[in-house]
């Protein structure tokens, strides 16, 4: 069971907007540990989406982004296209058991 | 700009020892303030993070490995390493190296593309 939870599952049509969560506790994202977000492709690696809770790295459309608020992160996508139907992870440090670097479970995006 | 390359057997026997390698190109292993990370997907869960090693060789393991596992690093051959002993069923995942940035947070960036390894007699 991963340390972070997301939705297994979100869909939304093309043109809409979706949000996907990110909850995790006063371990990781609750004591104050960034969140960074990875969208994988179907075949291809992960890639980094959002890092530092709201940044985009270079390449990234203005499309997606992310905040953190208390204990939780979210990652929204407006806009969505038919290619961001894709697994996305978040990802955080949790200071628990010696620290360790920590992920979602993944949410798979289906774009209707 | 810098490239991930895993590779190593792609099949293991149960109790044996798991070794990939990942290679460095496009860039030098030496440059910078990261660190090198091994990372896991086993069939139906999140991503897993294993371990990091650093230039100087110092490391840090996932507590629930730390007593099977070895990461390495070669600088002059611009590769780091991963063993992980005494595998079983349960080790069968995609592993994953990559790259994390180690100032002001850590984040990972680039990833390999990914290595799957399974685990069966």
């Known amino acids: 069971q991963s340390m972070l939870t997301q939705p297994p599952s979100v869909s939304g049509a ?10 995790g506790s006063s371990s990781n994202i609750g004591a104050g540990y960034d969140v960074h977000w990875y969208q994988r492709l179907p075949g291809a690696a992960p890639k980094l989406l959002i890092y530092l809770n709201n940044e985009r790295p270079s390449g990234v459309p203005a499309r997606f982004s992310g905040s953190k608020s208390g204990s939780s992160a979210s990652l929204t996508i407006t806009w969505l296209q038919a290619e961001d ?13 010696r620290g360790s670097w920590v992920f979602g479970g993944g949410t798979k995006l289906t774009v209707l | 700009q810098v490239q991930l390359q895993e590779s190593g057997p792609g ?9 990939l390698s990942c290679t460095v190109s496009g860039g030098s292993i030496s440059t910078g303030d ?15 993070w294993i371990g990091n090693v650093r230039l100087d060789g110092g490391t840090s393991y ?25 595998v079983t069923a349960a080790d069968t995942a995609i592993y994953y190296c990559a790259r994390m940035n ?6 990972f960036d680039p990833w390999g ?3 799957l390894v ?4």
């Open chain 2, 113 to 115: 593309p990914g290595a």
């Open chain 1, 14 to 23: 093309p043109g809409q907007r979706v949000t996907i969560s990110c909850t």
């Open chain 2, 34 to 48: 990261y660190y090198w990370t091994w990372i896991r997907q086993r069939p139906g869960k999140g991503l897993e």
């Open chain 2, 11 to 19: 099949l293991v026997r149960p109790s044996q020892t798991l070794s």
């Open chain 2, 102 to 107: 180690t100032i002001s947070s850590n984040w």
């Open chain 2, 62 to 86: 996932s507590p629930s490995l730390n007593s099977r596992l070895l990461i390495s690093i070669d600088a002059s051959k611009s590769l780091f390493s991963l063993n992980l002993r005494s």
């Open chain 2, 118 to 121: 399974s685990v069966s007699s």
């Open chain 1, 85 to 97: 139907e894709a697994d996305y992870f978040c990802q955080t440090y949790d200071r628990g058991l």
